[in-house]
């Protein structure tokens, strides 16, 4: 069976337009889990553009599932991971202008970094994804740093304009799945996704979890959040 983590980020931006406090993500998240989700996902940015300290707070004692905190390699967030103590953080790129995480986490150019940064966590218990791009050469580097888990990034995938170009990036994706998986790693795969293309992913045996936000929650404000959860669950267990 392959897993579900919604990320909730989608929630606090529709939130964060008027600046209130709704809809609220934690309530979201909560309603998630009873809907069957495996995990609940955040990306707390240092802009705080969606999830807000509060958020990820009561997200954190609240969910029973397992909780997948985004963030940047930085030292601010280290202290927050220190203090939420979530079963698994996501190390991704961050940059402040873009309007969501547009590429995989160059490891080679911070190797020696990261790989302390992983090793603090470690010392917490807490478990470590790298968010990369589906490139062998990453997928190695990504266990040279001791990372637990590896999320391919599907990005170029799911933007593939043709059926031609979607399927040389899906047996990237497959190529990597296969690499790390014999390295030991766990692979995971997000960004993009949606209810369209998600059956190819879904038949890629090494992939065990699927991170997905937008295209759940925006297909939620049409038939609500149970069938919208439902149906994505039914496709990557299809």
């Known amino acids: 069976m392959k897993l579900l983590s919604l990320n909730v980020d989608h929630v606090a931006t529709l939130r964060e337009a008027r600046k209130g406090d709704m809809p609220d993500p934690v309530t979201a998240a909560l309603m998630a889990e009873k809907f069957g989700v495996n995990g609940i996902t955040v990306h707390s940015?240092?802009?705080?553009?969606?999830?807000?300290?509060?958020d990820l707070e009561l997200i954190s004692q609240l969910v029973k599932t397992d909780l997948n905190l985004e963030m940047a390699a930085v030292d601010e967030m280290l202290k927050i991971a220190y203090n939420i103590?979530?079963?698994?953080?996501?190390?991704?790129?961050?940059?402040?202008?873009?309007?969501t995480t547009e590429g995989g986490l160059d490891i080679i150019l911070r190797k020696d970094y990261l790989t302390q940064f992983i090793n603090n966590l470690h010392n917490?218990?807490?478990?470590?994804?790298?968010?990369?791009?589906?490139?062998?050469?990453m997928i190695k580097?990504?266990?040279?740093?001791?990372?637990?888990?590896?999320?391919?990034?599907?990005?170029?995938?799911?933007?593939?304009i043709s059926d031609r170009d979607q399927y040389k990036e899906l047996l990237k994706i497959v190529d990597a799945a296969r690499t790390a998986k014999k390295l030991g790693m766990?692979?995971?795969?997000?960004?993009?996704?949606?209810?369209n293309n998600v059956g190819a992913l879904a038949q890629v045996k090494e992939i065990e979890e699927?991170?997905?936000?937008?295209?759940?929650?925006?297909?939620?404000?049409?038939?609500?959040l149970e069938k919208a959860v439902k149906e994505m669950l039914a496709l990557i267990n299809s």
């Not at 940015?45 to 509060?54: G, L």
């Not at 103590?85 to 309007?99: A, S």
């Not at 990504?142 to 391919?152: C, F, Q, S, T």
Request: proline letters at 4%.
């Open 45 to 54: 940015r240092e802009d705080r553009r969606h999830i807000q300290d509060r």
């Open 141 to 160: 580097q990504a266990h040279k740093v001791n990372a637990d888990i590896v999320e391919l990034h599907t990005g170029a995938y799911a933007n593939a």
């Open 124 to 137: 917490s218990n807490i478990l470590v994804s790298l968010f990369i791009d589906p490139d062998i050469d």
């Open 85 to 99: 103590r979530p079963k698994m953080v996501t190390l991704v790129p961050e940059k402040r202008e873009e309007v």
């Open 186 to 195: 766990e692979v995971h795969a997000g960004h993009g996704i949606n209810y």
């Open 210 to 224: 699927f991170a997905i936000g937008h295209s759940i929650i925006s297909h939620s404000i049409y038939v609500g």
